[in-house]
């Protein structure tokens, strides 16, 4: 294998070199506990609230309404079961969509198991969410609306500023799983109207098992996990300061290199889809043509199976997706690509590449040649795709 294109950024990046340094010193002579009182730990409590500092400026929020986490994941179940235990005197209505994370989803047959009822909303064929069938699902005993800021297989970005227009219309709080927005795109809480966030630091170059959760001031949501009195009490455990620290110093990277991010990506996501569903035949885009991350691409290629396809590109030495990471060990067509109505056969044969900052025009064509190469392949093995053509021409 001659080269490696790594096109797999939605499941997770490379740390940034310069996050790896932030973080060194707190593994070794600057290894103190932040809640004990002598210098070397309160050194680590001040750097943890400037790490703080930066998360919420990146956000429009304010320092103490950010929480570290473990993850995404921590802060999806942390949003979901600490509004409905604080809230369910007014109501057990949950509302989110048909195409969230797992973490949601989960989270969400979790909370039926104990009596919650969940609203499940569709979306259309490019994965926005229906505002309509929002408004006539919501209702006085709605405690929260969770859905996605942008979606992790697709791309596509939902009008986040809309869904908690709605919610709070209705007296409902509208959660967001940020994981795949935060650092990419702009975010503005008090803009969007947007009461919790969630993010991850291993999805901006920064460290893995590190994320937050954004709570707006004054929501009574109570600790999640119990013991001493970190995270003003609302999330105990020695504080992963390492973890904090790189995420705080990722943070500041991805905002100051945040436009020219968007424009460069932008620039080659566009070149990458146009040569893809131009170049190949029977070749969809899944997801919004202009509403997506900048990163994102995911196409379907019918007569084709979508983990033949990543094999043939591993061997090729470029690092791919056809879906969730986190799902990747399913042999079930991904739940997002059949919420927005594509049938199994076309379902199984999709491919999801995600840029980052370092790729470049020349491993774009280096993939798409590969790409088409293998299609042609494992076409030409395929009865189906024999038995259309032939019906098909004559």
Same mark, same amino acid.
């Given at each position: 294998?001659?080269?490696?294109?790594?096109?797999?950024?939605?499941?997770?990046?490379? !740390?940034?070199? @310069?996050?790896?340094?932030?973080?060194?010193?707190?593994?070794?002579?600057?290894?103190?506990?932040?809640?004990?009182?002598?210098?070397?730990?309160?050194?680590?409590?001040?750097?943890?609230?400037?790490?703080?500092?930066?998360?919420?400026?990146?956000?429009?929020?304010?320092?103490?309404?950010?929480?570290?986490?473990?993850?995404?994941?921590?802060?999806?179940?942390?949003?979901?079961?600490?509004?409905?235990?604080?809230?369910?005197?007014?109501?057990?209505?949950?509302?989110?969509?048909?195409?969230? $994370?797992?973490?949601?989803? $989960?989270?969400?047959?979790? %909370?039926?198991?104990?009596?919650?009822?969940? &609203?499940?909303?569709?979306?259309?064929?490019?994965?926005?969410?229906?505002?309509?069938?929002?408004?006539?699902?919501?209702?006085?005993? *709605?405690?929260?609306?969770?859905?996605?800021?942008?979606?992790?297989?697709?791309?596509?970005?939902?009008?986040? *500023?809309?869904?908690?227009?709605?919610?709070?219309?209705?007296?409902?709080?509208?959660? &967001?799983?940020?994981?795949?927005?935060?650092? #990419?795109?702009?975010?503005?809480?008090?803009?969007?109207?947007?009461?919790?966030?969630?993010?991850?630091? $291993?999805?901006?170059?920064?460290?893995?098992?590190?994320?937050?959760?954004?709570?707006?001031?004054?929501?009574? @949501?109570?600790?999640?996990? $119990?013991?001493?009195? #970190?995270?003003?009490?609302?999330?105990?455990?020695?504080?992963?300061?390492?973890?904090?620290?790189?995420?705080?110093?990722?943070?500041?990277?991805?905002? #100051?290199?945040?436009?020219?991010?968007?424009?460069?990506?932008?620039?080659?996501?566009?070149?990458?889809?146009?040569?893809?569903?131009?170049?190949?035949?029977?070749?969809?885009?899944?997801? /919004?043509?202009?509403?997506? %991350?900048?990163?994102?691409?995911?196409?379907?290629? #019918?007569?084709?199976?979508?983990?033949?396809?990543?094999?043939? %590109?591993?061997?090729?030495?470029?690092?791919?997706?056809?879906?969730?990471?986190? &799902?990747?060990?399913?042999?079930?067509?991904? /739940?997002?690509?059949?919420?927005?109505? @594509?049938?199994?056969?076309?379902?199984?044969?999709?491919?999801?590449? !995600?840029?980052?900052?370092?790729?470049?025009?020349?491993?774009?064509?280096?993939?798409?040649?590969?790409?088409?190469?293998?299609?042609?392949?494992?076409?030409?093995?395929?009865?189906?795709?024999?038995?259309?053509?032939?019906?098909? *021409?004559?």
């Amino acid at each position: 294998m001659s080269k490696t294109v790594y096109l797999d950024h939605a499941a997770t990046t490379a !740390t940034d070199p @310069l996050v790896v340094e932030a973080m060194l010193p707190y593994f070794t002579e600057k290894f103190g506990n932040p809640s004990s009182i002598y210098s070397i730990a309160s050194g680590n409590k001040n750097a943890i609230s400037n790490a703080r500092d930066i998360i919420a400026d990146a956000i429009g929020a304010k320092s103490e309404e950010i929480y570290f986490t473990g993850g995404g994941s921590e802060a999806d179940n942390w949003a979901l079961k600490a509004t409905a235990e604080a809230y369910s005197n007014k109501g057990k209505h949950i509302i989110t969509s048909k195409i969230e $994370h797992h973490a949601i989803l $989960h989270t969400c047959e979790y %909370l039926e198991s104990k009596g919650y009822e969940i &609203t499940y909303l569709d979306v259309d064929e490019k994965g926005i969410i229906r505002l309509d069938q929002l408004k006539s699902s919501i209702r006085e005993d *709605t405690i929260l609306v969770s859905v996605m800021f942008a979606n992790n297989e697709i791309g596509t970005i939902e009008p986040v *500023t809309e869904i908690g227009r709605i919610a709070h219309e209705y007296g409902a709080l509208f959660h &967001t799983d940020a994981v795949q927005a935060f650092g #990419q795109v702009p975010i503005n809480v008090d803009e969007m109207n947007i009461d919790m966030l969630s993010a991850s630091g $291993h999805k901006l170059n920064g460290p893995k098992g590190i994320g937050f959760l954004y709570i707006r001031k004054g929501l009574r @949501l109570r600790s999640f996990i $119990h013991g001493g009195s #970190q995270e003003r009490g609302r999330r105990a455990g020695t504080e992963n300061v390492p973890g904090i620290i790189g995420l705080g110093k990722a943070t500041e990277l991805a905002v #100051q290199s945040m436009n020219e991010r968007i424009k460069n990506e932008t620039v080659l996501r566009d070149y990458l889809i146009k040569r893809l569903t131009t170049e190949i035949p029977y070749t969809r885009l899944n997801g /919004h043509e202009t509403k997506r %991350l900048p990163n994102n691409v995911n196409v379907s290629f #019918q007569f084709v199976e979508g983990e033949s396809i990543l094999i043939m %590109l591993d061997m090729a030495g470029i690092c791919a997706s056809s879906g969730s990471a986190c &799902t990747s060990g399913s042999l079930d067509p991904s /739940h997002v690509l059949l919420a927005i109505g @594509l049938p199994h056969e076309i379902a199984h044969g999709s491919l999801r590449l !995600t840029l980052g900052y370092e790729n470049t025009k020349e491993e774009i064509d280096y993939v798409v040649d590969n790409v088409k190469r293998i299609i042609n392949n494992l076409r030409n093995m395929s009865p189906l795709y024999e038995d259309y053509i032939k019906k098909n *021409t004559k």
